[in-house]
């Protein structure tokens, strides 16, 4: 006979659930060990459906494990005709059912069971698993038993549901965050993400008295490739190049695509020069590793290419608070090394060092 005290308990404990935090998982397994209480026997276990058919969640002891096992690995079994029939399966013999589930009832009399019980998890129309009951010997399931089993699977349920539209809700919120902060097609930081950065970065810089670089990249001869071959083909030189420059940077390095052609590379923590600035060396080294990474020989679609980059580099010393102001000087510089150009360097703020050319 079901414990209707104890089953009141276990509801309560499912009803302190919506102050607080809780997972689909931790839902699934209280409902396991909550009927084990309410309704004793041989153990429980819970069904949940992923990718279209039921499988094992939770077991409360190792016969009702490998029982469910069983039910998931053979397609056949109590759990199996509840999630067919949404409706609640109830055997009393296990041996009796033999020819309905010839495979299934074999081990599950092996392992020691007798009598089984299963009750589906329904919310909206749908099957969300089922929660199964064992008895280790045949007899009977009272009504109460019957009764206190949809209890406990109707209210997790709705538990289930709960953590499920809030998994959701926030996967899409990471998804809608994700495409406002990142290239859809490199996915590498956006301009908005960078700025970010920048902002954060310059800020740390005066805190920690060190400065900060800003790298801007533009390919050679991008558009060329465009027309010659096509705004597809372009894209995945766009791609290529993004995942050779990610790989010649430090993890703490943020590379960005800032539109077109154009990477901007955002350092912090190099080798501190003169006066508050990066050294040469540092500076050296990070542009010989990007012009390194894009020489390699690319071929796509069946056409052979060569990548380089023009690149620009401006430092900002700690005081220096204009995350526009260092973009542009390192855009400005970038214009200065790119072949046929004959850009003029414009004054810049204090604090602010435009870097001649690195090659």
């Known amino acids: 006979m079901a414990d209707q005290q104890g089953l009141l308990e276990v509801v309560v404990g ?6 607080g935090t809780f997972t689909v998982d931790g839902v699934l397994r209280d409902l396991a060990a909550g009927a084990c209480r309410v309704v004793p026997g041989a153990g429980a276990g819970v069904m ?3 990718g279209g058919r039921p499988r094992l969640a939770h077991a409360t002891s190792r016969p009702s494990e490998k029982a469910e ?4 690995v053979l397609g056949q079994g109590p759990c199996q005709d509840a999630f067919r029939t949404r409706q609640p399966v109830v055997e009393a013999d296990l041996a009796a059912a033999a020819e309905r589930w010839p495979q299934f009832v074999e081990r599950a009399i092996r392992l020691g069971l007798g009598a089984v019980m299963s009750v589906p998890l329904l919310a909206r129309g749908d099957v969300w698993g089922a ?4 008895r280790d010997a045949p007899g009977p399931w009272a009504e109460d038993d019957l009764q206190a089993a949809r209890t406990l699977a109707d209210v997790a349920v709705s538990y289930v549901v709960m953590a499920h539209d809030r998994d959701r809700a926030a996967a ?3 998804t809608l965050s994700y495409a406002a902060t990142h290239d859809a097609l490199t996915g590498l930081p956006n301009r908005a993400l960078l700025y970010d950065r920048l902002e954060h970065a310059l800020a740390a810089a005066q805190r920690r008295e060190a400065p900060v670089a800003v790298l801007f990249l533009d390919l050679d001869g991008f558009t060329q490739i465009n027309d010659a071959y096509g705004h597809e083909t372009g894209d995945l030189v766009l791609v290529e190049a993004a995942g050779r420059l990610g790989s010649a940077l430090r993890s703490e390095d943020t590379l960005a695509r800032t539109g077109g052609d154009e990477f ?3 350092c912090e923590s190099l080798t501190a020069g003169p006066r508050g600035t990066v050294s040469d060396h540092a500076l050296s080294v990070v542009s010989a590793r990007l012009h390194e990474a894009l020489a390699a020989p690319l071929r796509v679609r069946g056409q052979d290419m060569r990548l380089r980059a023009s690149i620009g580099v401006a430092t900002a010393g700690p005081g220096f608070d204009d995350p526009d102001a260092l973009l542009r000087a390192a855009d400005d510089a970038m214009y200065r090394e790119k072949p046929g150009t004959a850009a003029e360097r414009r004054p810049v703020p204090g604090r602010l060092r435009m870097v001649e050319p690195l090659g």
């Open 48 to 50: 949940y459906v992923d």
């Open 14 to 19: 499912f009803a302190r659930r919506s102050t």
């Open 69 to 72: 096992a069983a039910q998931d």
């Open 264 to 266: 901007v590379v955002l």
């Open 172 to 174: 899409a919120n990471d």
């Open 131 to 134: 929660l199964d009951l064992y």
